[in-house]
């Protein structure tokens, strides 16, 4: 299948994957670097989940002082989504690339060496920094380098990938964190991001052919506030935001949670696993459907099981059970409504503007992780248990769906604007 081709040769170091011009197929090391990209910043927000009594501990600090890193570090790739985008169109990939990930591996470093939380903190910070020009560069990369049929089977490559990420890497964390140290998941996390660099720097070059500028910088930041003003757009932002913050939110607080019910650090990091595979689910099923059905059909069943399952978790929560398997399989069936959520939020916002949709994929992201970093700062002042879990995961539920409704409704009007 042919790739799109460049008039002038690739600058930077090649091998025979990437020689002369952009590669005609999908090479094994190709593959690697962009998983890599892709994986290492949502591996890095969770691979110390399991590990949050331990850090506490050895602080001498509250749990919730370690919960709220992770809104720290959310609040760093919120502005990697907000900005990287933009900046790799006018400037290229490649240096962003390999300045981020030199960041995130020396920011791994910080976090295992702290002396205390915040130093942690800022290296929590610094390491989303850096990870998150993988989350945003990485996409660019593959439109860069390969046709639109090709580009679509990379991405289908990619992605059950990343979405397995947030199981394996709290069962990968609480391994290390049992064997070694709570400090040992972030040695490996400083690992592969070194590697990644190399193999960056080394393999390589340059796929933007035609870079913008500063102009072209401003005019990708200036849309945003067009997009702002949209209810369309707001109904997509809100759905990405919604099932983000519930799903985040667990993640944050469950730890603690399954402590509290008796669960070792590595029983915790088996506990991730549903999440994952039925988001995977959710979104094999979304696509499927969405051949058949419009976007907000697809969005509105997605909204159905959201619900639903906030409202059994808060029943479930409120009797305090003292069991893990109603949170597990409740907080399944949420990853699986993520599953029609997050990936038709993206799509519907991409299309719906396309003459924007640079500008309108970087503020969804953003939004999204404002989404998660909120609800992870909010879980560090409530109690560290099911119910109050189950109470904010039914607020954003239901808020979620109030919204959903009302934009749908002002977006239906003749008087909406779409680009």
Same mark, same amino acid.
């Given at each position: 299948m042919a790739s799109r081709k460049s008039e002038n040769p690739p600058a930077g170091g090649e091998i025979a994957a990437l020689s002369d011009r952009?590669?005609?197929t999908l090479s094994p090391l190709l593959l690697a670097i962009l998983v890599s990209l892709a994986v290492c910043g949502l591996m890095a927000s969770d691979i110390n989940l399991p590990a %949050?009594?331990?850090? #506490? #501990?050895d602080f001498g600090v509250g749990e919730s002082s370690v919960q709220r890193t992770f809104s720290i570090y959310m609040a760093g790739l +919120?502005? #990697?989504q907000a900005? /990287?985008?933009p900046v790799s169109d006018a400037y290229g990939r490649r240096p962003l690339v390999l300045a981020g990930f030199s960041l995130f591996a020396v920011a791994s470093v910080l976090c295992a060496t702290a002396p205390g939380i915040t130093a942690f903190a800022v290296g929590r910070l610094l390491q989303a920094l850096g990870a998150g020009t993988g989350l945003v %560069?990485?996409?660019a990369m593959v439109g860069d380098l390969f046709d639109k049929r090709t580009a679509t089977r990379t991405f289908a490559t990619i992605m059950p990938i990343v979405g397995v990420s947030p199981a394996v890497s709290p069962l990968i964390g609480s391994y290390l964190t049992t064997w070694f140290s709570w400090r040992a998941p972030f040695v490996l996390t400083a690992v592969i991001g070194g590697v990644t660099v190399a193999a960056v720097a080394l393999a390589v070059p340059e796929t933007l052919s035609r870079r913008g500028g500063g102009s072209g910088l401003r005019g990708t930041v200036g849309n945003y506030p067009y997009l702002l003003r949209q209810s369309r757009f707001w109904l997509y932002a809100v759905s990405l935001a919604a099932g /983000?913050? *519930?799903y985040f939110g667990y993640l944050v607080a469950s730890p603690v949670i399954f402590q509290r019910m008796g669960l070792s650090t590595t029983a915790t990091g088996y506990c991730y696993i549903s999440v994952s595979f039925t988001y995977v689910l959710g979104n094999l099923c979304s696509r499927r459907l969405s051949a058949r059905r419009s976007i907000s059909q697809v969005l509105g069943i997605g909204y159905l099981l959201f619900s639903t399952a906030a409202l059994l978790l808060l029943v479930a929560g409120l009797a305090q059970v003292r069991s893990p398997w109603p949170l597990l %399989?409740?907080?399944? +069936?949420v990853a699986t409504a993520n599953g029609f959520l997050l990936p038709m939020s993206y799509a519907g916002g991409v299309t719906q503007f396309p003459s924007k949709a640079a500008s309108a994929s970087g503020l969804l992201g953003a939004l999204q992780m404002i989404g998660g970093s909120v609800a992870s700062l909010a879980v560090g002042f409530f109690p560290g248990d099911a119910r109050a879990l189950s109470v904010m995961i039914f607020a954003i539920a239901l808020s979620a769906v109030a919204a959903f409704l009302s934009l749908s409704r002002f977006s239906a009007r003749p008087g909406? *604007?779409? #680009?």
């Open positions: 952009t590669p005609t %949050v009594p331990r850090i #506490a #501990a +919120v502005v #990697a900005l /990287y985008g %560069v990485g996409r /983000y913050s *519930a %399989v409740l907080m399944g +069936v909406e *604007a779409s #680009a």
